[in-house]
């Protein structure tokens, strides 16, 4: 499986914007970049996703490389909801299309 | 957007008795759920992938015979944890998605074996 790299954990302060890098040098072109998170007890749930080009949605902006060997996910101004755990997954539509998540990075959102 | 729809979302039972967990797709066909299970401060750990009308295709080291998944529509796919032991206690979450777009994932069951 490609594999992804984040940093383990993060700080930002509130209503600040944050930046969380993903490496993934070893990506093919058939991987979608995925990011999902995770509230504490509960499911992940879809942030963003991208191929190629930067994507932005209501919930936050993906900045990609322009070799896509690594990606950023911008949330824009952080509030204490954003607290949560980050997975940054490569999504290969052209084989298996497991998702597999790492360890994510853990944002810890101070006020 | 989509939603997954998993009940219960929490169940507590007793050593050696089975448990069924029901994963649905509320507003889209999902030819394809995946099963996870999480442990206290861990990631998500892929468990098997449900297909409908066919077997799962379970992950190294999942027991298909401990972990009995049926995806017998389009709409629904049920995890069954048998004879469960205090070791099988996690939080299991489920998911849908086509090949494309996002991943829809299920609140999650947090399962206690007493």
């Known amino acids: 499986d490609a594999k992804t790299t984040q940093p383990n954990s993060m700080e930002s302060n509130e209503e600040e914007p944050v930046h969380l890098p993903c490496n993934h040098s070893?990506?093919?072109?058939?991987?979608?970049i995925h990011w999902y998170r995770q509230l504490p007890s509960q499911g992940p749930e879809y942030v963003i996703h991208?191929?190629?080009s930067n994507v932005n949605n209501r919930m936050a902006s993906l900045a990609i490389a322009e070799d896509r060997k690594s990606s950023t996910l911008i949330l824009h101004r952080a509030t204490l909801r954003d607290a949560a755990v980050y997975y940054c997954?490569?999504?290969?539509?052209?084989?298996?299309?497991?998702?597999?998540f790492g360890k994510g990075t853990r944002l810890h959102i101070l006020p | 957007g989509a939603v997954v729809s998993q009940h219960p979302s929490r169940v507590i039972c007793k050593s050696g008795t089975s448990v069924k967990i029901e994963c649905r797709s509320l507003?889209?066909?999902?030819?394809?759920m995946f099963w996870y299970r999480q442990f206290p401060k861990q990631s998500l750990m892929l468990m098997a992938t449900?297909?409908?009308?066919?077997?799962?295709?379970?992950e190294q080291g999942v027991e298909k015979d401990k972990f009995l998944i049926n995806h017998a529509s389009l709409t629904l796919s049920t995890l069954t944890v048998t004879s469960a032991h205090p070791e099988d206690s996690s939080f299991y979450i489920c998911?849908?998605?086509?090949?494309?777009?996002?991943?829809?994932f299920g609140q999650g069951t947090r399962l206690t074996v007493v």
């Open positions: 991208g191929l190629t």
């Open positions: 449900s297909n409908e009308g066919s077997k799962a295709t379970y």
């Open positions: 997954i490569l999504r290969d539509v052209g084989g298996d299309d497991k998702i597999i």
């Open positions: 507003d889209f066909q999902a030819t394809t």
């Open positions: 070893t990506i093919s072109g058939t991987d979608y």
């Open positions: 998911s849908a998605s086509d090949r494309v777009t996002e991943a829809f």
